[in-house]
């Protein structure tokens, strides 16, 4: 143990970081940048290419910064994991997503723990960073590291330590975002709070690899319980016939005891829709039902037909039906100002529009073009003589590049599902 603390110490500990998308591509920058000699390892040749030759495709990530470090040799990437033979600390960074019944999906996860165990060796740490449910570190990946014969804690080490990215967010970034810790022995825990403070202002350590689990889980399924309960606000102001967004308006200025949080179409990213589904999944596992969290699931859930309602609503207005009608849908990213459509509502209102019969385009500043297995678009340009040709445009991102004083001046009926269009002509714009 003190040979691989010294190693951390002195940036000589060799790194290496598995799934290098949102979450592992910043983290191994941050590493390299410290000195560290950093091996990006995925399954996606395209990904492994573009590291290599210096291209970033996370928008967080800088281009310059990204080609300088693979320049210096700090930071390079590969698809062969048996580089892992001389490695000195691995940082797993897969994706946990969903299956069809919306139980977890670990298979990731335990492909990169039997990936590790062919090539572990002594004095070794391995730490989780994917969000997972309580139990995944020392029920999954423990045995699978153990089957070798090394004794964690004592020949290896392994710990878990939850990522908190926010993907756009101009303030908070892997550097200054606090870190929870926690390692399956107390050595583990050492060992891994000493590596990750190399790149990490804030190290905050937890008793157990469970704690550290849920307190992932609990960061954001506060925030989904809360938007849901807001969600649902707006469907309640809308039946009352009051405009949502001055009741939270108003609300906000209560100095204690009132949060505020804000409707929308519903929820996007990887965490959010995700997330506090493992934890009611576990909670199954020992016979009690979450109840707050599938709830509040379901209501966020049912978000996009409450759009597409309104949209119908705003078009029978006019004598219009949503079958054949002509709708622009402006933004598709899950929050504004990034690329990222991971469960982004949009592609839910899409889907919902284009069943109907609608003839449904869109445009999004920073989202080129939408590649799923069920919808194949490309963003357009607007201008005026296409906003004039729409029958609605929906607005599902406020993405600050949008001039909404002449898209609104130009459209002939918007659905705001955001409130980017506050204060400018109400008469032809519906709001949650």
């Known amino acids: 143990m003190e040979e691989l603390l010294k190693k951390i110490s002195n940036k000589t500990a060799r790194i290496a970081v598995i799934g290098v998308g949102y979450v592992g591509l910043p983290l191994a920058i941050e590493f390299a940048k410290e000195g560290f000699n950093v091996i990006g390892i995925d399954t996606d040749p395209g ?32 698809l062969d994991y048996s580089l892992l033979k001389d490695i000195d600390a691995i940082s797993i960074c897969v994706p946990t997503p ?16 039997d990936k590790i165990s062919k090539f572990i060796h002594a004095k070794q740490l391995v730490v989780l960073e994917s969000t997972t449910y309580p139990g995944t570190t020392r029920e999954l990946i423990l045995p699978i590291l153990e089957e070798t014969g090394l004794k964690v804690g004592e020949d290896f080490y392994l710990a878990f330590s939850p990522e908190r990215i926010d993907p756009g967010n101009k303030f908070y970034k892997t550097r200054n975002t ?24 804030t190290i905050v350590p937890v008793s157990s690899t469970e704690t550290a689990e849920v307190v992932k889980l609990l960061e954001n399924t506060f925030r989904s319980v809360n938007i849901a309960l807001v969600n649902e606000v707006a469907i309640i102001c809308n039946k009352l016939k009051l405009n949502v967004w001055e009741v939270i308006e108003a609300a906000a200025t209560k100095p204690f005891g009132y ?12 965490c959010l829709p995700i997330d506090p589904s493992y934890l009611s999944w576990k909670l199954r596992t020992l016979d009690y039902r979450a109840r707050f969290i599938e709830l509040a699931s379901e209501i966020n859930t049912e978000m996009p037909y409450f759009v597409t309602n309104k949209i119908t609503d705003g078009l029978n207005v ?10 622009l ?29 609608a ?11 939408i590649k799923t297995d069920e919808l194949k678009m490309s963003s357009v340009v607007i201008d005026e003589e296409l906003l004039k040709k729409m029958d ?19 459209a002939n009926l918007i659905v705001d599902t955001r409130n980017a269009t506050r204060g400018i002509n109400e008469d032809k714009i519906i709001r949650l």
Request: proline content about 5%.
């Open 98 to 113: 969903l299956n069809k019944t919306k139980d977890p999906d670990v298979s990731y996860i335990l492909d990169a723990a």
């Open 329 to 357: 849908v402006l933004g598709v990213a899950y929050k504004k100002d990034i690329d990222d459509i991971r469960e982004s509502p949009a592609l839910d209102i899409i889907k919902i529009l284009k069943e109907k019969g």
């Open 178 to 201: 606090p870190k929870i810790v926690a390692g399956i022995t107390p050595k583990c825990t050492e060992v891994a709070k000493l590596l990750y403070q190399q790149v990490i202002d």
């Open 47 to 78: 990904k492994v290419e573009a590291i290599n030759n210096g291209s970033s495709y996370i928008q967080d990530v800088q281009k310059e910064e990204l080609t300088s470090l693979v320049q210096s040799e700090r930071l390079r990437a590969t």
């Open 359 to 369: 003839e449904v385009i869109f445009n999004d500043p920073n989202v080129p073009f």
């Open 318 to 327: 006019s004598r219009k039906s949503v079958n054949g009608s002509n709708i």
């Open 392 to 410: 609605c445009v929906v607005i599902t991102t406020d993405h600050s590049g949008y001039n909404w004083e002449w898209i609104t001046e130009n």
């Open 259 to 270: 949060m505020s949080f804000y409707p929308g179409p519903g929820l996007g990213g990887h």
